[in-house]
């Protein structure tokens, strides 16, 4: 079809369609880059006005089987690992809430003690067995936070280390894998936190056996929400492009913050009144 030719209505269709076939977020991600096709073509002056311009994309949800470990679960995990290294990588990952790729490439000049916060410049990842240095998703640095308590557990890490060396390393030194660690270091640690203790009942809380290394990152999420971050905050803590992002997988998050809140507008809206009116 002709770029000239396709319409509003054209878009909702095809965009109704592909939903049937893939999963939201591949949908949302189809979307925007035909979005951005149409925009180059309206730059490029073979458009008037886009014709996506008024069609939202598609919510990006979070998959069903997605885990929000508790903050004691968090450190079970941990002190179960069979390194402080790795015990360190867990707390770090499910309190700072950086993607895998991102926080195994953090580099010892990275960590800013003083302000307690974190550069993120760069990523590792896979191809073929090898290993690729590159640039944050969306290609943008930013300042990530990470909590005060973590401060013995990294200078530990860093202290003797040259300034550009990786802070979480192999016991060999060299870079750490998500699928050698999330076999051979986090599922043990899940499982031996899981197993009864002392001849007790099965745990009510049991951790799901497939924890993902994601799934941290989902964690930091609602422990930032639940100190109070907000949805801007939030959004440059993962280092979403936009808040929408934020908004659209970590919405519901928020619903425990929306009862509160009617609770603080009530206390500022009735602050003297008792139930009787007391203008007569």
């Given at each position: 079809?002709?770029?000239?030719?396709?319409?509003?209505?054209?878009?909702?269709?095809?965009?109704?369609?592909?939903?049937?076939?893939?999963?939201?977020?591949?949908?949302?991600?189809?979307?925007?880059?035909?979005r951005?096709?149409?925009?180059?073509?309206?730059a490029?002056?073979?458009l008037?006005?886009?014709?996506?311009?008024?069609?939202?994309?598609?919510?990006?949800?979070?998959?069903?089987?997605?885990?929000?470990?508790?903050?004691?679960?968090?450190?079970?995990?941990?002190?179960?690992?069979?390194?402080?290294?790795?015990?360190?990588?867990?707390?770090?990952?499910?309190?700072?809430g950086?993607?895998?790729?991102?926080?195994?490439?953090?580099?010892?000049?990275?960590?800013?003690?003083?302000?307690?916060?974190?550069?993120?410049?760069?990523?590792?990842?896979?191809?073929?067995?090898?290993?690729?240095?590159?640039?944050?998703?969306?290609?943008?640095?930013?300042?990530v936070?990470?909590?005060?308590?973590?401060?013995?557990?990294?200078?530990?890490?860093?202290?003797?280390?040259?300034?550009?060396?990786?802070?979480?390393?192999?016991?060999?030194?060299?870079?750490?894998?998500?699928?050698?660690?999330?076999a051979?270091?986090?599922?043990?640690?899940?499982?031996?936190?899981?197993?009864?203790?002392?001849?007790?009942?099965?745990?009510?809380?049991v951790?799901?056996?497939?924890?993902?290394?994601?799934?941290?990152?989902?964690?930091?999420?609602?422990?930032a929400?639940?100190?109070?971050?907000?949805?801007?905050?939030?959004?440059?803590?993962?280092?979403?492009?936009?808040?929408?992002?934020?908004?659209?997988?970590y919405?519901?998050?928020?619903?425990?913050?929306?009862?509160?809140?009617?609770?603080?507008?009530?206390?500022?809206?009735?602050?003297?009144?008792?139930?009787?009116?007391?203008?007569?």
């Open positions: 079809m002709q770029i000239a030719h396709i319409v509003e209505s054209d878009i909702r269709t095809w965009l109704a369609d592909i939903q049937k076939e893939v999963s939201s977020s591949r949908a949302r991600q189809a979307f925007i880059l035909y951005q096709i149409l925009d180059l073509a309206v490029d002056k073979a008037v006005r886009n014709p996506a311009a008024g069609v939202k994309a598609p919510r990006a949800k979070t998959s069903r089987d997605a885990v929000f470990l508790t903050i004691d679960q968090v450190h079970e995990i941990a002190d179960a690992m069979p390194r402080p290294a790795d015990a360190a990588l867990v707390r770090f990952l499910a309190f700072t950086l993607r895998w790729g991102e926080a195994v490439a953090v580099t010892v000049d990275g960590i800013d003690f003083d302000r307690h916060i974190i550069h993120v410049r760069r990523t590792y990842s896979e191809d073929g067995g090898r290993v690729i240095t590159g640039t944050p998703k969306d290609h943008a640095a930013r300042w936070p990470f909590p005060a308590g973590m401060d013995s557990d990294l200078r530990a890490l860093v202290n003797g280390r040259s300034r550009g060396s990786d802070v979480f390393q192999t016991p060999a030194g060299g870079v750490l894998r998500s699928g050698n660690w999330t051979r270091v986090l599922r043990p640690a899940v499982e031996d936190v899981n197993a009864p203790k002392d001849g007790g009942g099965e745990r009510e809380d951790i799901p056996p497939g924890l993902r290394i994601h799934d941290l990152r989902h964690t930091a999420a609602s422990v929400i639940r100190a109070g971050a907000n949805v801007k905050a939030l959004q440059r803590m993962l280092g979403h492009e936009s808040a929408t992002m934020t908004l659209d997988v919405a519901g998050l928020w619903d425990d913050d929306l009862r509160d809140l009617g609770s603080s507008v009530n206390a500022v809206a009735y602050p003297l009144r008792t139930g009787n009116d007391e203008r007569s």
